[in-house]
């Protein structure tokens, strides 16, 4: 995969001779003459016409991209959350619904729940791993489920081939978000679905410094999606988008590492006396470790866990560590820790958050590239505050 990572989308025939991807940074393509105009307008030469119809430096972003991902096609978005909405709203009509899962990103979730209601368009939310209840959601109308895999914060993991037979039983689409799998862990079109969507924020582009969103799938469905995204305008800049092929290329070095990493540590939290719980899919413990090892090469670099305590404990913890940075986000080369009761969902109450299973304790950790002894020695100093 690492060949692939680092030329797939470009030839060896460089511009300019140059090694690196030229950054087009461009906001428009000029024309020679009228007889150009009239070639393109006639569609007898392909070519560059608006840098929000197409640039050079994304088309190989996206060409990289459908290479690893094993699709027909991708469009590069200037966000995730731009690619999950132009995605979404190229797919329904109002008077359309669709099924989604509870344990799906905030972002997604509310933009489903809420504002796909101006459109009336229905949306039904079902428990996470609740196949059954997922198969009875399904109506007439329902054009699509989307979910993701492995899910934020439990890292839950959905089986694939089960979505496909309910899909197909109903006739609707599949998207499923595998942000935090990626193409290296999993590739979840060669289980049947229609659709895949990507934060490249996280470990795609990899090193916590910009945003990029991805919807990869056959030519005909994100030919659509293309069409719109020329309308929502949710273009990445052409030097982000270098940044996003940039990271590209050592990708799946750094997730082979985080794998590893984010094993070793969830092993080593389990055995801790100051931790309650541990959630990392290729732990035993987790109760979908069979889907998972089955469906994915690796458990991905997040690790959540509990620790026992209070509220009070949780901050001791976060304030002795040296080397983890406290923030959100994930899939850098930088480990961070984020404490969902206190920032994702500081806006909740505590019985809210109880209900959602965000509890007072708990932590995700985002693995980087450090090595898992310094990371362990790091949370070691935390959990000597308990
Ligand atoms: C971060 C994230 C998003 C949103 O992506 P942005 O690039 O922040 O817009 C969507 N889904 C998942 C699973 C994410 O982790």
Do not use: W
């Amino acid at each position: 995969m690492s060949a692939r990572a680092i030329h797939a989308g470009e030839s060896r025939n460089r511009y300019a001779d140059s090694i690196t991807t030229p950054i087009v940074q461009t906001s428009t393509f000029v024309f020679a003459d009228t007889r150009e105009i009239e070639k393109f307008t006639r569609g007898g030469k392909k070519r560059y016409e608006y840098a929000r119809y197409g640039n050079p430096t994304v088309t190989i972003a996206e060409k990289r991209l459908a290479d690893l991902e094993g699709a027909q096609d991708c469009v590069v978005f200037s966000s995730g959350m731009s690619a999950i909405t132009t995605t979404i709203l190229s797919l329904v009509q109002s008077g359309d619904h669709i099924v989604i899962t509870d344990d799906s990103y905030k972002k997604t979730l509310e933009f489903c729940r809420s504002y796909l209601k101006q459109f009336a368009i229905g949306c039904t939310i079902v428990p996470f791993g609740d196949y059954r209840r997922l198969e009875r959601a399904i109506r007439k109308n329902t054009r699509f489920i989307l979910s993701e895999s492995p899910t934020n914060p439990y890292l839950n993991i959905f089986d694939l081939h089960k979505l496909k037979r309910i899909a197909d039983r109903h006739n609707v689409l599949t998207l499923i978000d595998s942000t935090f799998a990626t193409p290296f862990n999993q590739r979840p079109l060669e289980y049947g679905m229609d659709l895949v969507l990507h934060s490249g924020t996280k470990y795609l582009a990899g090193h916590n410094d910009i945003l990029a969103g991805a919807v990869l799938g056959s030519t005909e469905l994100v030919e659509k999606i293309r069409n719109l995204h020329k309308s929502m305008g949710g273009t990445i800049d052409p030097h982000c988008c270098y940044l996003l092929l940039r990271g590209l290329k050592t990708f799946p070095l750094r997730i082979a590492k985080q794998n590893q990493t984010a094993l070793i540590i969830a092993r080593f939290l389990q055995e801790h006396p100051c931790i309650r719980k541990v959630y990392y899919p290729f732990l035993e413990s987790h109760p979908h470790y069979k889907v998972a090892t089955s469906q994915m090469k690796g458990g991905g670099g997040v690790v959540t866990f509990e620790t026992r305590g209070t509220l009070a404990d949780a901050k001791k913890f976060l304030d002795a560590l040296r080397l983890c940075f406290i923030g959100p986000s994930l899939g850098g080369v930088e480990t961070l820790i984020t404490h969902p009761a206190m920032v994702s969902y500081y806006d909740y109450s505590r019985k809210e958050r109880y209900d959602l299973g965000i509890t007072d304790t708990l932590f995700r950790l985002a693995v980087g590239i450090e090595d898992a002894e310094d990371i362990i020695q790091d949370l070691t100093r935390g959990l000597k505050q308990l």
